[in-house]
């Protein structure tokens, strides 16, 4: 199968809670949050796909999904947050 490759920027941010703890990586970037009841909060890459009939959407999330759509080799630089 040919395939192109096409590049995506997201950027944007959230209001965080101030309570949440901040989990940082072997580099020192903040890649998660730490919920209170222990759960993490990462960001992440997303496929948006329309149903059939446009009334709905499913997000996916996993490479293999994304692969048997069609949307290959996902590579991203960077995913991680700021704190400003």
Not at 10 to 32: E, M, P, R
Not at 57 to 78: H, P, R, S, V
């Amino acid at each position: 199968m040919k395939t192109k490759v096409y590049k995506f920027n997201a950027t944007g941010g959230f209001d965080i809670n101030k309570k949440f703890k901040k989990v940082l990586s072997c580099t020192g970037d903040i890649c998660a949050f730490r919920l209170p009841d222990g759960r993490s909060v990462r960001l992440a890459v997303a496929l948006e796909v329309e149903s059939k009939d446009g009334n709905n959407f499913k997000l996916i999330t996993d490479e293999f999904d994304m692969a048997e759509l069609g949307f290959e080799g996902l590579d991203y630089k960077e995913l991680t947050f700021e704190g400003v």
